[in-house]
T-cell receptor
Framework: GVTQSPTHLIKTRGQQVTLRCSSQ?????VSWYQQALGQGPQFIFQ???????GRGNFPPRFSGLQFPNDSSELNVNALELDDSALYLC????????????FGPGTRLLVL | GDSVTQMEGPVTLSEEAFLTINCTYT??????LFWYVQYPGEGLQLLLK?????DKGSNKGFEATYRKETTSFHLEKGSVQVSDSAVYFC???????????FGSGTRLQVQP
């Protein structure tokens, strides 16, 4: 399945954070979502074969990487209090009609 | 743009009651529709999906039918259990889009 690390993280405003995700075996597409408390997930961006393949309404301080082994990172610079959320990674097989399978998430708290 | 509207929660039911969670959507193309479930402290699990009009998705006793004429994808279960207590999210992926668009979620509480 999809794994994410760390499970929980506490940072202070202005700091930078890196979250990690390992895709399900055979999947070459990874998407990242932000889920604020009590809300549905919001799409941040998607990577396919190491290239950004679509982006939601998030500022450039949210950036990502995808590696040849299909693992992925989400980087957030200059953290703000509103960045406190559950960050979800989802992998899929990139066929166009694919289903996205989610990891357990990383809960980030910004103080 | 694309959007998903779910009924407000929490929905509180007794064990073995019938469940309906309403979901309606707006999309420009021919979306695929999904129900995901989130148990406390966990990520999202795919519950069921439907990719075209009149398709019925089903899993673990849950069902939903893709109704293009009413732009709906209501979730139903004939007899809920305490273990079904969770937050349920309706979602769509529109034609040619990368992202899933989610509703705000409906919390289900099943009492013994």
């Amino acid at each position: 399945g999809v794994t994410q690390s760390p499970t929980h993280l506490i940072k202070t405003r202005g700091q930078q954070v890196t979250l990690r995700c390992s895709s399900q075996s055979g999947h070459n597409t990874v998407s990242w979502y932000q889920q604020a408390l009590g809300q549905g997930p919001q799409f941040i961006f998607q990577y396919y074969r190491e290239e950004e393949n679509g982006r939601g309404n998030f500022p450039p301080r949210f950036s990502g990487l995808q590696f040849p082994n299909d693992s992925s990172e989400l980087n957030v610079n200059a953290l703000e209090l509103d960045d406190s959320a559950l960050y979800l990674c989802a992998s899929s097989d990139g066929t166009g009609k694919e289903t996205q399978y989610f990891g357990p998430g990383t809960r980030l708290l910004v103080l | 743009g694309d959007s998903v509207t779910q009924m407000e929660g929490p929905v509180t039911l007794s064990e073995e009651a019938f469940l309906t969670i309403n979901c309606t959507y707006t999309a420009t193309g021919y979306p695929s529709l999904f129900w995901y479930v989130q148990y406390p402290g966990e990520g999202l699990q795919l519950l069921l999906k439907a990719t075209k009009a009149d398709d019925k998705g089903s899993n673990k006793g849950f069902e939903a039918t893709y109704r293009k004429e009413t732009t709906s994808f209501h979730l139903e279960k004939g007899s809920v259990q305490v273990s079904d207590s969770a937050v349920y999210f309706c979602a769509l992926r529109d034609t040619g889009r990368r992202a899933l668009t989610f509703g705000s979620g409906t919390r289900l509480q099943v009492q013994p």
